[in-house]
């Protein structure tokens, strides 16, 4: 059993966040970082050797501290919510800036290694996805079913075997021109041996089968797919809201005319000069979408004579944001550089 990390109220910690004394000490702040590197707990955190002049309780304290700056709070109904380590940050970082482009084309790796590496990738998807909607094994026996070939024994080692099959089907037949029967054919692989009755696999929907998405939490129903009689027994001419399926492919270069058209349309792309910044990565604009909003925060806050400590906490969750996108974390500087030049809060 955990040994119980020392009571702090919120309180305690926004005061110290606020305090002139915090993040004085930069040995205590490389200890910090240490520390949220693994988002260590109590338990190992009072074992910790401590600057001159500080307790085991006073760096969990600061830990605590430092941990609500890099919160974000989603799920409120829920009072659920998350950090941001500097790790995560670099992860992503270098996630985004190399994985896929770089790495695959090294010379100094073999063709072979490149050949393992992309198997064992798919093997991984296909027992993580499987794991997501339900399927209840471990990692190891769930790999060495599908590097052996062993026939699957239960639902959950099905459910990840038609993953892999499907998988390996799909790309098979990535030259193939995407048709109703190959989209059954790949629902027959994904649900082969997991449905109630077997017959449901590889075939539409219909109306009175009366599937919906449900939230159980919310006890709510939150998607209600369009009624069965839209989908086409064949595959011309298939009407999806106001748009039309059209068989398409790349390599042959059908419809792609089409795609594109489509795609300028759905986007709604707005008219832009030579100037203009084109921000393609998701994770990047949500990141620069909230710095912007803590920006606005800060400038409402100084216009309306709030004190320069309370403004500082949204100018530390702009950086933070900021620093989801560039992989570090560096709001302190920025902070020293503020307050001593713009004369914020004296």
């Not at 919310?218 to 209600?224: K, R, S, Y």
């Not at 400590?309 to 702009?318: E, G, P």
Request: hydrophobic content about 40%; overall charge negative; some cysteine.
């Amino acid at each position: 059993m955990l040994e119980n990390a020392p009571q702090l109220t919120q309180n305690d910690l926004y005061r110290l966040i606020l305090s002139k004394e915090y993040k004085e000490n930069s040995d205590m702040n490389i200890l910090i970082d240490k520390i949220n590197e693994g988002y260590e707990y109590w338990d190992t955190v009072k074992y910790k050797k401590c600057p001159k002049g500080y307790s085991s309780e006073e760096l969990w304290k600061r830990v605590k501290a430092s941990r609500i700056l890099m919160m974000e709070y989603t799920w409120g109904k829920y009072d659920i919510s998350f950090g941001f380590t500097n790790m995560m940050q670099r992860l992503c970082y270098e996630f985004d800036m190399n994985f896929g482009q770089a790495w695959m084309h090294q010379p100094d790796i073999s063709e072979n290694s490149k050949r393992q590496y992309i198997k064992s990738s798919l093997m991984e998807e296909a027992i993580y996805s499987s794991m997501m909607e339900g399927a209840a094994t471990t990692r190891e026996v769930a790999k060495e079913m599908l590097r052996k070939d062993k026939k699957p024994i239960g639902k959950s080692q099905q459910m990840i075997a038609n993953n892999y099959k499907t998988i390996q089907f799909i790309s098979e037949q990535k030259n193939t021109l995407l048709s109703i029967e190959l989209i059954l054919q790949v629902h027959k692989l994904m649900t082969e041996k997991t449905l109630k009755n077997e017959e449901d696999a590889g075939r539409f929907r219909t109306n009175n089968d009366n599937i919906v998405v449900y939230d159980v939490m919310a006890d709510e129903t939150v998607h209600t797919p369009p009624d069965a009689g839209m989908i086409a027994k064949h595959g011309k001419g298939v009407q999806w809201g106001n748009h039309d399926m059209w068989a398409i492919s790349a390599k042959l270069g059908v419809n792609m005319d089409k795609l594109e058209d489509f795609l300028v349309d759905a986007a709604a792309i707005p008219s832009m000069d030579a100037d203009a910044v084109i921000v393609t990565n998701v994770r990047h604009y949500e990141a620069l979408r909230k710095a912007l909003t803590n920006i606005l925060d800060v400038r409402r806050g100084l216009n309306d004579g709030i004190p320069g400590d309370l403004v500082s906490l949204d100018l530390r969750a702009c950086i933070r944001h900021l620093a989801e996108i560039v992989g570090s974390v560096s709001s302190e500087d920025v902070l020293i550089n503020v307050f001593k030049n713009f004369c914020i809060g004296k």
